[in-house]
């Protein structure tokens, strides 16, 4: 379904997908901004309809909406799957990017986009998985957590790596102090996989 390579020097088109405050959709806008990243995001989707990351992507200019994934709480699937589909074709997106998108993606969206779906976790995957990493991490005693870009598979938390960020774990920390710290890596990760990934997409 996606369309063969574009030349070398066109700008990655990134779909963002999120469903919070959509802090790493902006550290991707301000790596476009800065020239550091050569991108465009072409549209922003929630399955929140108040969520902030629509405000900041209208802020930007950028086609941001409200898209419903009901009836299912914790999965994009569906015809809801199969209306973010027909969204994101409409853009001609090339990648998309779950920035706080809290769904499993399905089958029908992973084959339509192979390869081209990236996600973040806050933790060095493979440890700590699924929610609440950070406080995983602290509970477990571990001395160094951090952040992964990774290629989003049928799995949860499953997919190849792309990129790590590696965070001292300090001995006062608190949950929110670790994540907070690992919010600032994140930030910086997700633009250096998608540099990463445009290579590769544009090779």
Known sequence: MLK????????????VLGS??????????????????????????SDVEDAYIIERGIENGIPSRFIS????????????????LEELRRYDAEVIVLAGFMRIVKKRLLDAFPRRILNIH?????????????????D??????????????EGIDTGSIIVQRAVPVLDDDTPELLHTRIQVEEHKAYPDALRILRAIIRD
């Open 140 to 153: 477990y005693g571990v001395k160094i957590a951090g952040c992964t870009v990774h290629y989003v598979d």
């Open 4 to 15: 063969k390579n574009k030349k070398n020097n066109e700008p990655l088109r990134i779909a």
């Open 69 to 84: 994934a009901a009836p299912y709480k914790t999965k994009l699937d569906g015809q809801a799957e199969q209306n973010y």
């Open 20 to 45: 919070g405050k959509g802090s790493n959709c902006q550290s991707i806008i301000d790596a476009i901004a800065n020239g550091s990243l050569s991108a465009e995001i072409v549209c922003v989707i």
């Open 122 to 138: 806050p933790a060095l995957l493979p440890a700590f998985p699924g929610v609440d990493s950070w406080k995983q991490a602290l």
